[in-house]
């Protein structure tokens, strides 16, 4: 039995739009997920800032910079708690955790690809888990001996 030609035509067509689909359709989740990733950079960019002005205040006296700007965003919070504290600590960073665990959920169900990398990543982890540990134990020492570089040369 052979296939008409023109349902050979019918079928290639029909493959290349149901590709073109599935590629507009890839494209429009990376923009999606892009935006997401944008968007939950904007909540938490308040309270990272004001945590980052926390630290940044205690490096030097309060009339050298950046320690001075840094007081003056700490003060801006504190004047406003209802503000400071409800919207930019608690709320903001309650919504981009919220946004974060539902696109990653969603992300996870329905992309293998993302699942086996996943796995691969855990294999890799479990195999060298005592050279991580250390790495991450000197990573610390060094920011240990920073900061107290950093102390003994400010006193």
Known sequence: MVAHPRSFHRCSHAIRLDLTRTLQYKALMNTIKRAIAAT????VFPAALFMTALFVRNLQPAQYEPAHTARRVVDWFSARPHLGLDLFLIALPFAALVFGCVTVLRSWRGDAQLRQA???TLAAVRAHLA????AGATLTAGGILAIVALHMMTD
């Open 40 to 43: 939950e950079l904007l909540l």
């Open 118 to 120: 996943g796995r691969e």
């Open 131 to 134: 050279t991580l540990l250390i």
